[in-house]
């Protein structure tokens, strides 16, 4: 039987590039993979529509509605904590599946992950990757197109240029290994919403592009892998 890569993808928001990726995935030139799960961490995520319309089962699974934190609780320690649980649970609820991931694209999450989930998911062999959209190094972290734009508004976007990157995940946020990037040139008079659009357009074609790179790699590791076993 062809070999096929399982992804697990997670999300918070509108899912435009979990849609990139659903559609990609259903044409002939994307290496053998499926979605085979979502998580959202947002009941309101309309990234959830985008998978009941395509057939993907979801799950919710949220900090404080899930238990682990109390709404409004602010002791420092009692939230790294609780985001430690959480990222644990989470992480035995990704080996729990059914279909075990062999890769989890982040795809507009908007969760820091705690090594409680990162060394349990990459220690059983999971991959994780992140679409972000700022050029390495550069806006780390959430609203990262607001700040680049700024810059540039304020005549401070160095060569009038963001980008897009999607990187290999590590604890320090947004800081793994580039696996593609892409400059992406802003223009006097555009607006933040223009510019928005702009690099989401981008952003769904390189999450595809640096996907299918991904999983290529996974696929020929297994392939190697049963090579390996059969001698
Ligand atoms: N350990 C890592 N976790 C995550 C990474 C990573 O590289 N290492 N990438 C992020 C995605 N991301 C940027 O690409 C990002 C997402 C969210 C935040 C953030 O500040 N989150 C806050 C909550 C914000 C909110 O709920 O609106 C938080 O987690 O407290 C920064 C960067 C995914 N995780
Ligand atoms: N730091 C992570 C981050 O900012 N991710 C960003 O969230 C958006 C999700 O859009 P989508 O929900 O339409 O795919 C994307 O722009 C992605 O780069």
Not at 41 to 56: F, L, M, P, Q
Not at 73 to 82: F, G, L, M, V, Y
Not at 163 to 174: L, S, W
Request: some cysteine; overall charge negative.
């Amino acid at each position: 039987m062809a070999h096929e890569c399982h992804i697990v993808v997670f999300a918070s928001g509108n899912g435009s590039n979990f849609q990139a990726l659903i559609d990609a995935l259903s044409s002939k030139q994307f290496p053998s993979a499926r979605i085979t799960r979502l998580i959202v961490n947002r009941k309101k995520a309309y990234a959830v529509t985008r998978a009941e319309k395509a057939g993907i089962p979801w799950e919710y699974f949220n900090l404080i509605s899930n238990g682990f934190q109390r709404a409004g609780d602010k002791d420092p320690q009692h939230i790294k904590e609780a985001r430690e649980k959480y990222d644990a649970a989470l992480g035995d609820l990704v080996l729990a599946l059914e279909e075990r991931p062999q890769l989890i694209v982040l795809a507009g999450w908007m969760h820091i992950f705690s090594r409680a989930f990162l060394d349990k998911v990459k220690g059983e062999g999971i991959e994780i990757i992140n679409l972000h959209p700022a050029l390495p190094g550069k806006y780390d972290g959430a609203d990262a197109i607001e700040r680049a734009y700024e810059d540039f508004v304020a005549g401070k976007l160095e060569n009038n240029r963001t980008g897009i990157m999607i990187h290999h995940v590590i604890d320090e946020v947004d800081r793994g290994d580039p696996i593609m990037t892409r400059e992406i040139p802003l223009e006097q008079g555009e607006t933040l919403d223009q510019v928005k659009e702009k690099i989401h357009a981008h952003e769904h074609e390189l999450l595809v592009e640096a996907t299918a790179q991904v999983v290529k790699g996974i696929l020929q590791g297994s392939e190697l892998h049963l090579e390996t076993e059969k001698q």
